[in-house]
């Protein structure tokens, strides 16, 4: 397994870096006069012509550019990455984290001589922003009655929940706007069941060491770029600090004002917004030039778990109240069999159920088999019976379900070209390693 380190670039408002993989089983690199000296001649150059000077200096080792750097140190899914090195031209230091320490030194040191872990001064390793709640939203605080469909929280509160698990080793630190915009786009698609719900049901060759999402990986679909978003019965403010997201209401409740009194209208009731800073979640209400708030409650912070009332909130304000349909009318058993036609997998069904407000709210089981959130493909003797991936368009969320039986191991020989059998029961190849002659050698899980 090859290791790798994340190498981030600090430059001007660039906040990206390069992800390196290589096969040397212990990451340390040393930074040499030669190369710093090849940074300093591109001081002035952009974030491009830097990444070019990089992987020219170290041309065999596999280079992956990202639009941001992820620092998934105490996470148990970290174990390929050694070390994150920032180069910080805007201040002239480079930094080192490796595991729960971190170092600094100046640049100029390194134009000198060859750096060594040694040569770095411990100081205080980057961690999540926090926030003075007090001072920004201090008390009295509203405590909102709302009422959400049990469909809609049994449903989509576990996803939330799942893919905030998913994507932890970003949620633990500081992440830049890019990175927020794609983890608000995320929420606001989830909560609006604005997603894709995508069945497997066809056996597959995996490797079974490959995480659904690793320690590096980055959200892939698209950023919400809006700072103001009607939705629903609310209107969303997306802001990484709450404080900001105080500030773009008063913005907002001064223009209403303004636009009431050129129109002689009469005032309307309270409007209500949502502030998504991603780690947490407030609900403000604004009557005239009067704003209140309720306590700020966590969302994704990856440290404390999602509370029932902070589902509710998100769900209440996103999903308007729902038109009545005849299909509503119906006996809730007859509401079942007709959602199990419209889509044959559990995790479908009740994505549409949710949509139309029909049936009863899920289980999570297909038949009599919990479905469970899958993280990568294991070495255990069983095979897949079904699996639900959500999907954003094109981009996969990172979120799997699977249903999963109990079946004898039996071993097969594959063909050369490694194509599975294409007869029998469901079944998934799991790659073992590498054998004595250097071929491969597999398991397959299925009917003896």
């Avoid at 049990?150 to 998913?166: C, K, M, S, T, V």
């Avoid at 990175?179 to 995320?186: P, Q």
């Avoid at 404080?243 to 129109?263: N, P, T």
């Avoid at 778990?305 to 009318?329: K, W």
Wanted: hydrophobic share 35%; charged share 20%; glycine share 6%.
């Amino acid at each position: 397994m090859k290791s790798s380190v994340i190498i981030a670039l600090g430059i001007r408002s660039y906040e990206g870096g390069l992800h390196c993989f290589t096969d040397c089983p212990k990451v340390q690199p040393s930074f040499s006069k030669s190369s710093f000296c090849l940074i300093n001649q591109y001081v002035d150059a952009d974030e491009h012509t830097i990444f070019h000077t990089l992987t020219s200096a170290w041309p065999d080792i596999d280079w992956q550019e990202q639009y941001d750097v992820v620092r998934p140190f105490g996470d148990s899914r970290r174990d390929r990455l050694r070390a994150i090195w920032t180069i910080n031209l805007d201040d002239s230091e480079i930094r080192i984290d490796v595991g729960e320490q971190s170092g600094r030194l100046p640049l100029s040191f390194a134009r000198e001589r060859l750096v060594k872990l040694g040569d770095f001064e411990p100081c205080e390793p980057s961690c999540a922003p926090s926030v003075n709640w007090v001072k920004s939203f201090p008390i009295p605080y509203l405590t909102p009655q709302m009422q959400v469909d049990p469909r809609d929280e049994a449903f989509l509160g576990r996803i939330l929940r799942d893919f905030g698990h998913q994507w932890r080793h970003i949620l633990r630190h500081r992440y830049n706007t890019s990175t927020f915009e794609r983890l608000a786009a995320a929420i606001m698609r989830i909560v609006t069941t604005d997603f894709s719900v995508v069945e497997l049901t066809e056996a597959r060759l995996v490797d079974a060491e490959k995480m659904h999402v690793s320690s590096g990986s980055l959200p892939k679909w698209g950023p919400i770029k809006e700072r103001l978003i009607p939705m629903g019965r609310v209107r969303f403010v997306l802001s990484q600090d709450p404080a900001e997201g105080l500030s773009i209401i008063e913005s907002d409740m001064a223009s209403q004002v303004k636009r009431s009194s050129s129109s002689d209208s009469p005032a309307g009731s309270a409007r209500i917004y949502i502030i998504l800073s991603v780690r947490h979640v407030i609900w403000c209400s604004a009557t005239g030039p009067k704003l209140e708030w309720t306590q700020p409650a966590s969302l994704f912070n990856a440290t404390e778990p999602i509370s029932d009332s902070t589902i509710a909130l998100l769900l209440f304000g996103a999903l308007p109240p729902r038109h009545r349909t005849t299909i509503q009318t119906l006996p809730l058993e007859l509401q079942e069999n007709i959602l199990k036609f419209v889509s044959p997998g559990s995790v479908g069904a009740a994505k549409v159920g949710c949509d139309l407000g029909v049936g009863l709210p899920f289980t999570w089981k297909a038949g009599n088999i919990p479905i469970e959130a899958v993280e990568s493909y294991s070495y255990i003797r069983m095979t897949t019976h079904l699996e639900w991936q959500l999907w954003f368009d094109e981009h996969w969320s990172g979120v799997s379900y699977t249903a999963k039986v109990i079946l004898p191991c039996r071993r097969v020989s594959l063909p050369e070209n490694n194509s599975p059998p294409k007869e029998g029961y469901p079944y998934m190849l799991t790659r073992r390693g590498q054998a004595a002659s250097g071929d491969s050698s597999y398991s397959t899980f299925g009917r003896s």
